[in-house]
């Protein structure tokens, strides 16, 4: 490669590391994600239980508090059980007495499997936070490993976006330009490496795109071996190179 065509292939490499880099910084690193994967699905199912937990806590205490309401209007009902005059009046009484009484029952057995719920889930998380223990002290020695590590990425990040800015600023604007829209069309990946087929492929053209497979004339491939020509694959128009393996 020569000219313009080699400062894009570093440009594209630099572009790529410096993305792996701010991915680390934002995350986890590699080395890490299988670790952080188990530890947040653990830690979401121990959420989870406390927050069901809380929930049967709280429909209990709702359910109590109805009940005691309810028992109140009980016993204002049966206090006027002696001062009604009618027949009618007394029926209707009795039935609202009826009525509170089905109620409070009915609020008695929700608070007393609200209790149950909260029990089993205590017990479920005693269960499951001593099973966690081991695993959140790995992952608490991870990152504190990775925080160690971290300047050395960051400091990585600063220096390509230097080497970034250097490359645009030897490369032609207009060529910046058509870069930055493949680089954004292709999600990050302006560039492709010609590659030979085994066995020569069909035609005898052992050339073809390594981004999409699509086949190369091999003047194409000698256009950018010798002069370096920036020149489009036909089927994702991506930038072809040569590497140097190849």
């Known amino acids: 490669m020569s000219g313009h065509l080699e400062t894009v292939v570093k440009l594209q490499d630099a572009l790529g590391a410096l993305r792996q880099a701010e991915s680390q910084l934002a995350g986890v690193p590699g080395w890490m994600e299988e670790l952080h994967a188990e530890h947040s699905a653990r830690r979401a199912e121990i959420e989870a239980v406390e927050a069901d937990a809380e929930e049967a806590r709280r429909v209990r205490r709702q359910a109590e508090s109805a009940s005691r309401d309810a028992e109140d209007r009980l016993a204002h009902f049966q206090q006027q059980v002696s001062r009604v005059r009618t027949q009618r009046e007394y029926s209707a009484l009795l039935q609202e007495i009826d009525t509170v009484k089905a109620e409070i029952k009915a609020l008695e057995e929700e608070a007393l499997g609200a209790l149950e719920r909260y029990d089993n889930a205590q ?124």
């Not at 600063?158 to 954004?184: C, H, K, M, S, W």
């Not at 590659?195 to 497979?213: D, L, R, T, V």
């Not at 086949?215 to 694959?233: E, F, M, N, S």
């Open 123 to 246: 017990a479920a998380l005693e269960e499951q936070r001593a099973a966690f223990a081991d695993l959140d002290q790995r992952y608490a020695e991870a990152q504190a490993k990775w925080e160690g590590e971290k300047p050395e990425v960051e400091q990585q990040a600063t220096a390509l976006r230097g080497q970034i800015e250097d490359l645009r600023n030897l490369l032609p604007r207009g060529v910046v330009a058509l870069f930055e829209r493949i680089y954004e069309r292709r999600d990050g990946d302006a560039t492709a490496a010609l590659m030979q087929s085994e066995g020569g492929g069909a035609a005898g053209n052992p050339w073809h795109c390594s981004a999409c497979n699509y086949r190369v004339r091999l003047q194409v491939v000698t256009d950018i071996r010798l002069q370096g020509k920036l020149i489009h694959c036909d089927g994702c128009k991506r930038i072809l190179y040569v590497s140097d393996e190849a």
